[in-house]
């Protein structure tokens, strides 16, 4: 858009000045040897474009605040958005830390939380999956062990990633960036596990079961 005002502009200049020279020309002439009738025109052509020309410069100058103000906004968003994601990547680095945490023995086996979390991607529920996940969700839901205190804390990593990607500011699509669409992807796999133990917060787990996290 801004392109095509700087071409037509010139354009618009030589039409309004052709659209006062061509009347003219037509009462009064242009071929005079007489000064006075050279100062008369002058003076009408100076007349006419001086308000004219005044007035586009002050409609520039608008155009190119405007231009300047979004410039700022824009620098205002992509900052926002470069400190959320350091956020983000910061809630990402502590959850994979929480997924290589033990979850005891089950079973006489020693597996960790991300094996959990595999077996909850496979949609059985904590009654239709193995034996060892159905032992671990009911552990993590007793309050004091060390499997609740861990589940716990990844379970409030997950809300805050929540709360954070949706501060994140979206193109006009109405999309995220790919780099937060993979952030999203990641969190995603841990929810299952999360709502098979239960207490996610609804809106949570709405958003990354949406189209939007698929």
């Not at 040897?33 to 007349?47: C, E, L, Q, S, V």
């Not at 109405?174 to 596990?193: C, E, G, Q």
């Amino acid at each position: 858009m801004e392109r095509f005002s700087l071409k037509v502009f010139p354009f618009l200049a030589l039409i309004i000045v052709g659209g006062i020279l061509y009347p003219y020309h037509q009462h009064f002439g242009f071929l005079s040897g007489d000064k006075a009738d050279w100062g008369a025109f002058g003076d009408f052509f100076g007349g006419v474009l001086n308000p004219l020309f005044a007035l586009f410069a002050f409609f520039a100058l608008l155009h190119s605040i405007r231009i300047q103000m979004k410039q700022i906004e824009q620098l205002s968003v992509d900052k926002q958005a470069e400190e959320i994601l350091t956020v983000i990547k910061d809630i990402d680095e502590r959850l994979s830390q929480l997924m290589t945490s033990s979850v005891g023995k089950v079973f006489g086996e020693p597996p960790f939380i991300h094996h959990m979390i595999a077996e909850a991607g496979r949609g059985g529920g904590a009654l239709n999956s193995s034996d060892a996940y159905a032992e671990f969700v009911l552990i993590a839901r007793q309050e004091g062990s060390m499997v609740e205190a861990t589940v716990r804390e990844i379970r409030s990593c997950v809300i805050t990633m929540y709360a954070f990607t949706l501060r994140y500011p979206r193109n006009d699509g109405d999309r995220y960036a790919p780099i937060i669409h993979y952030y999203i992807l990641k969190t995603k796999r841990v929810v299952a596990m999360l709502r098979d133990v239960g207490n996610l917060p609804e809106s949570v787990s709405s958003f990354y079961s949406s189209s939007r996290a698929a």
